[in-house]
T-cell receptor, first 113, second 116 residues
Framework: DQQVKQNSPSLSVQEGRISILNCDYTNSMFDYFLWYKKYPAEGPTFLISISSIKDKNEDGRFTVFLNKSAKHLSLHIVPSQPGDSAVYFC????????????FGKGTLLTVNP | DAGITQSPRHKVTETGTPVTLRCHQTENHRYMYWYRQDPGHGLRLIHYSYGVKDTDKGEVSDGYSVSRSKTEDFLLTLESATSSQTSVYFCAITDPGLAASTDTQYFGPGTRLTVL
């Protein structure tokens, strides 16, 4: 049973426009959420996170929104740049789980010049 | 750079042979994790460690064992490799409570393993 779902395997946007990547979760015990970016042949790199006590966290061009009632989070990238082209993974953590992350399957973002 | 190295970075082996992958960290973090990444599956946890000699299973632990005899090294062993274990393996570390983003895991560069 997949507890973290990224239902869009891929997304294509134009440079300068907004990219919105979505993530849904089913486990109500999750209380911390992270987004990772992964380029080919490299390890995932941490991008941004949000605690369940917040509904928004912003870092430069990246903003994560959390809707707890809908068990939904989204990552907004504005403006999108060609260098943002990568696979984006959503991950979730529940307290007391020995800090084990549960990952979604990822969304491949392509930003076209 | 989170001070994580993985070795080897690439390996080709034959079915039935033992394989050991190494994760080394210089950050003295307590928690270490092994994941595998496969198309259509994202990242799945194999095993993790919460201290020297303290390890536990993840969601896809069958066919794998781990050891952690010192803080900086976490070894993943495939006792008898199978073709289904062809994958990219990532090590990650974290040390909850020491930073503002306390539960963030930082990943190594990965090992690409091919089992023929």
């Amino acid at each position: 049973d997949q507890q973290v779902k990224q239902n869009s395997p891929s997304l294509s946007v134009q440079e300068g426009r907004i990219s919105i990547l979505n993530c849904d979760y089913t486990n109500s015990m999750f209380d911390y959420f992270l987004w990772y970016k992964k380029y080919p042949a490299e390890g995932p790199t941490f991008l941004i996170s949000i605690s369940s006590i917040k509904d928004k966290n912003e870092d430069g061009r990246f903003t994560v929104f959390l809707n707890k009632s809908a068990k939904h989070l989204s990552l907004h990238i504005v403006p999108s740049q060609p260098g943002d082209s990568a696979v984006y993974f959503c991950a979730a953590l529940s307290g007391g789980s020995n800090y084990k992350l549960t990952f979604g399957k990822g969304t491949l973002l392509t930003v076209n010049p | 750079d989170a001070g994580i190295t993985q070795s080897p970075r690439h390996k080709v082996t034959e079915t039935g042979t033992p394989v050991t992958l190494r994760c080394h960290q210089t950050e003295n973090h307590r928690y270490m994790y092994w994941y595998r990444q496969d198309p259509g599956h994202g990242l799945r946890l194999i095993h993790y460690s919460y201290g020297v000699k303290d390890t536990d299973k993840g969601e896809v632990s069958d066919g794998y064992s781990v050891s952690r005899s010192k803080t900086e090294d976490f070894l993943l062993t495939l006792e008898s490799a199978t073709s289904s274990q062809t994958s990219v393996y990532f090590c990650a570390i974290t040390d909850p409570g020491l930073a503002a983003s306390t539960d963030t895991q930082y990943f190594g560069p990965g090992t690409r393993l091919t089992v023929l």
